[in-house]
């Protein structure tokens, strides 16, 4: 705006306004300053490495000693559950079957977890 | 194809939520200048400094993310950490930049010495060393209307101070602009 066609209340403002879409317009360069601020972040939180092999023996250590401390309430629990999600009763075979496939599945997944992390 | 761009507010979220910080320097790339030279402005044109606690804001702003309500624009938000940052600064090294000329002598005319330069671009030179002599909340409200274009009520937001007082400084501030520019009103 050219404040020679503004009047004498305004010219002044004219100029602010003018600075102002000067300096809106003005892109200051990057220039690394981004990284800058990148590299000064507070480091992430990482967890230790051994934090999850140690969870996972605690948590098999646990399940073992409640599957010998209730040796019945487990087979009794995993019989009813079966066979109402099967609707019929099971034979020793069977469980033994399912036993060995959750095995290895939890088995698989338990690896899988421990390699990616 | 063309993709959309991704809002600020996505980017927070994922900065917030998955510590992503690459989203936050998607952040800091495209909000850098207008905090950078706004601080610049706010510094008397002390790139140094000004860079120094436009680093500063980021990292106050990384820090708080999570209390960001959204409630202002994110713009609006880092203006506000950045004027706290600098007040902090200005308050520890107990000093402002003063122009070599804030003795109260009105600025001369820059087109008279530079007779190469445009009429607006000799009266931008001029205003630029005006600002200076301001003082500090003075200039403030003048960069966060005039040259960060917000409103009375959002500048008072950043100001962290009521509306009539950005308005005060307002006034105030161009009443000594005009007298120091006095020879560029078109009646001089």
């Known amino acids: ?117 | 194809m063309s993709s959309t761009p991704v809002s600020d507010a996505q980017l927070i979220a994922r900065a917030v939520v998955h510590d992503d910080r690459h989203a936050f320097g998607e952040l800091v790339r495209r909000h850098q200048s207008a905090v950078r030279s706004t601080l610049r402005r706010l510094t008397g044109g002390n790139i140094a400094q000004a860079d120094d606690l436009a680093q500063e804001t980021f990292l106050l702003a990384y820090r708080n993310l999570k209390t960001f309500r959204q409630e202002a624009k994110f713009s609006t938000w880092l203006y506000r950490i950045a004027y706290n940052v600098f007040l902090a600064d200005a308050r520890k090294i107990k000093e402002l930049p003063m122009p070599e000329d804030a003795e109260g002598e009105p600025v001369a005319v820059a087109d008279a010495a530079t007779p190469s330069l445009s009429r607006q671009a000799a009266l931008s030179i001029d205003l630029e060393r005006a600002l200076l002599v301001l003082s500090e909340p003075e200039r403030a409200a003048i960069v966060q209307c005039y040259h960060n274009d917000l409103s009375h009520e959002e500048a008072a937001q950043v100001l962290d101070c009521p509306v009539g007082t950005v308005k005060t400084n307002i006034l105030r501030a161009k009443q000594k602009l005009k007298g120091r520019l006095g020879a560029w009103s078109p009646q001089a």
């Open chain 1, 1 to 117: 705006m050219n404040t020679q066609d503004v009047d004498t209340a305004d010219w002044l403002d004219a100029a602010l306004e003018e600075a102002g879409h000067e300096h809106r317009a003005a892109y200051v360069a990057d220039d690394g300053f981004t990284a800058r601020v990148i590299g000064r972040l507070p480091a992430a939180p990482t967890l230790p490495a051994w934090r999850r092999p140690v969870i996972v023996l605690l948590s098999l250590l646990a399940g073992a000693g409640a599957f010998v401390s209730l040796p019945g309430a487990f087979d009794d629990a995993f019989r009813s559950s079966v066979a109402l999600l099967v609707g019929r009763p099971l034979s020793f075979t069977d469980i033994a079957l399912l036993l060995a496939l959750c095995g290895a599945a939890a088995w698989t997944s338990l690896v899988y977890a421990a390699r990616a992390n």
